[in-house]
């Protein structure tokens, strides 16, 4: 048992723009003053976090000079290493300023794909700088609101040329990174490019170089799109693609809420950490979500405490689920092995002659229940912590 405070080596990390966030929405201003980079450096470190991430604007206001540059990097490094924080992923801001109004890599005007180039390869020297080995790629105004524009096609070549040309960039700098593409299905955009899990894995196969793509999925984004995270975070470890990882909580069909961590769904939560557990995942815990817009700066803190709190609280109650006897009965009658019928799925002309002849009692099958009510109750009761 535990008190379920993190430490570093739980691998939690909180971007600058999450913690940072100060309330605006498209119809309010912000409800809390801006939090200073290395005042979240100390903050999130006591808070037993073990990492931070940014955009290259997080930290560095976008018109700034050189020096001015320089001076905010010294000053943001000083706080890593004063308070023993990391920074393990990095990412580009390719949304906030007017010239990406109608995208990035996938604008119809070739100057701004220029751009969108010029200031990524400059955001991944800031992230080499800083250590981070991850940097993801949010397309958040990849996409359109009017397809008459006539750039569906085009558009996904043009975002294929400036990812194959930004790995070769990383390559050429000995960066090293690993490049993770994070999926939402809509908002800023009507229609966002790659809008799931699923298509990012297929657009992957399609780069000169896979092997340094995976996904960066996020909780909030699949709900958004109706579909469960779980499943989508199990076919990118299927595919050996979870490369990063966005915790949040969100409800269906909405706005982009980016809740607190399993504030909303909690069983969606218990079971994207049980999978996550299991699976050996041991990338960064990354919490992209926002404090409530009705919270000063001390809601902000009892936010991230919470999101680190629900996933440790989570992981215990995942290890109670191993433990647990009658769950574990019911889990093996759920799952019926047959060693012979699984040498027999193994093609050879033998096998498949064999299976096609065999005789199976369909009815005895059909009939079989598989104590999945009792299985699912019995999960409640463990949540509910009376088990
Ligand atoms: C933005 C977005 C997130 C992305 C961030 C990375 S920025 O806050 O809503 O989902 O992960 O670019
Ligand atoms: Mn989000
Ligand atoms: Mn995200």
Redesign the pocket.
């Known amino acids: 048992m535990t008190d379920f405070t993190p430490t570093p080596a739980d691998r939690f990390t909180f971007?600058l723009?999450?913690v940072g966030n100060t309330g605006r929405d498209p119809f309010g201003e912000p409800t809390r003053p801006p939090l200073r980079a290395p005042y979240i450096v100390e903050k999130l470190a006591g808070l037993g976090a073990y990492g931070v991430n940014l955009?290259d604007n997080d930290l560095v206001p976008i018109d700034a000079s050189a020096a001015e540059r320089d001076r905010i990097v010294a000053e943001f490094r000083q706080a890593l290493s004063d308070h023993g924080l990391v920074v393990p992923m990095a990412?580009?801001?390719l949304?906030s300023d007017p010239a990406f109004k109608d995208g990035a890599f996938t604008s119809a005007d070739a100057q701004v794909r220029a751009y969108a180039l010029q200031k990524t390869m400059r955001s991944m020297d800031l992230g080499a700088e800083l250590g981070a080995h991850t940097y993801?790629?949010?397309g958040?105004r990849e996409g359109t609101e009017v397809d008459a524009g006539g750039k569906l096609l085009s558009a996904l070549g043009w975002f294929r040329d400036s990812l194959n040309f930004l790995a070769e960039y990383s390559e050429a700098q000995g960066y090293g990174y690993r490049f993770a593409l994070?999926p939402?299905p809509n908002e800023p955009r009507a229609d966002i490019f790659l809008p799931t899990v699923g298509s990012a894995l297929g657009f992957i196969g399609t780069l000169d170089r896979p092997d340094l793509f995976g996904v960066?999925p996020?909780f909030?984004?699949e709900t958004m799109a109706g579909l469960n995270f779980a499943h989508a975070v199990a076919q990118a470890l299927d595919a050996g693609k979870l490369f990063h990882i966005?915790l949040n909580d969100q409800k269906m069909s909405r706005f982009?809420q980016?809740l607190r961590f399993g504030s909303e769904n909690l069983k969606g939560a218990f079971t994207l950490v049980k999978l996550l557990e299991d699976s050996g995942y041991d990338g960064p815990l990354h919490f992209?979500a926002h404090a409530l817009r009705t919270e000063d700066e001390a809601g902000v803190w009892a936010f991230a405490r919470g999101c680190m709190r629900t996933y440790l609280i989570l992981k215990d109650k995942a290890r109670q689920f191993d433990a647990d006897p009658e769950i574990q009965a019911a889990l093996a009658e759920y799952h019926r092995a047959d060693e012979e019928l699984a040498a027999l799925s193994r093609f050879t002309p033998e096998n498949a002659a064999s299976l096609k002849e065999r005789t199976f009692d369909r009815a005895a099958l059909g009939r079989r229940g598989l104590g999945l009510e009792h299985l699912d109750q019995l999960t409640n009761d463990l949540l509910f912590g009376i088990r």
């Open positions: 971007g723009w999450t955009h990412t580009t801001n949304f993801v790629f949010w958040g994070e939402k960066n996020e909030a984004h966005d982009d980016d992209d």
